[in-house]
């Protein structure tokens, strides 16, 4: 459910239909649009699947049919189980920046979020400046909720780069038992 910790004080879920036409819901596709519904709504705390009534609306139901909806059922627990319940860690548009330290050093720095029901075991990101891996660095944990104020943990990385335009890039390269929704992000700066 959206929080009230947003500022909203009104409780919301999103509804997907599982059932009531099969043979129009593709199990790739199904996934799909969770991640795009995770994406948009990363502190909706779960999803709504409801059953209008299987085989109304002129479907012709067969036993091929009956197995393709259990799937269905079936891939709606498990992505409820992955992109809500587990970890789901993810580098969120605009999670890259590149700044400068107390010193004047050049840094970039990424916000790794987990959107998930459940902190996450250790995570390792490699940062890239110009297609070119620039190192790695890893979170312990990072923990689970819905407030983006708590569910995250910052990484740096030192960075020198020349005068100029330069493509950034962070990828999330390890992330063991947690779903991984957006792997990794870009931004592009000039160095004056």
């Not at 995250?152 to 962070?170: A, I, W």
Request: hydrophobic residues 35%; charged residues 20%.
């Amino acid at each position: 459910m959206i929080v009230p910790a947003y500022g909203n004080c009104c409780h919301t879920l999103i509804a997907l239909d599982s059932s009531e036409r099969p043979d129009y819901i593709d199990l790739g596709e199904q996934e799909q649009v969770v991640r795009f519904i995770r994406r948009i709504c990363p502190e909706m705390r779960g999803i709504a699947w409801y059953n209008g009534g299987y085989g109304g609306y002129g479907l012709k139901r067969s036993p091929e049919m009956g197995r393709h909806h259990e799937a269905i059922l079936a891939n709606a627990d498990r992505l409820f189980f992955d992109y809500y319940i587990k970890p789901c860690v993810t580098l969120m548009r605009e999670s890259l920046w590149l700044g400068k330290t107390k010193d004047g050093r050049w840094e970039l720095a990424t916000a790794l979020s987990n959107i998930g029901g459940m902190n996450s075991k250790q995570v390792t990101v490699e940062f890239l400046v110009d297609g070119r891996v620039l190192g790695t660095k890893s979170a312990p944990k990072v923990p689970a909720g819905a407030n983006r104020l708590h569910n995250r943990v910052l990484l740096k990385q030192p960075v020198s780069p020349n005068r100029g335009s330069h493509d950034f890039e962070v990828r999330i390269t390890s992330a063991p038992g947690a779903t991984v929704l957006d792997p990794a992000v870009q931004c592009q700066r000039f160095v004056p």
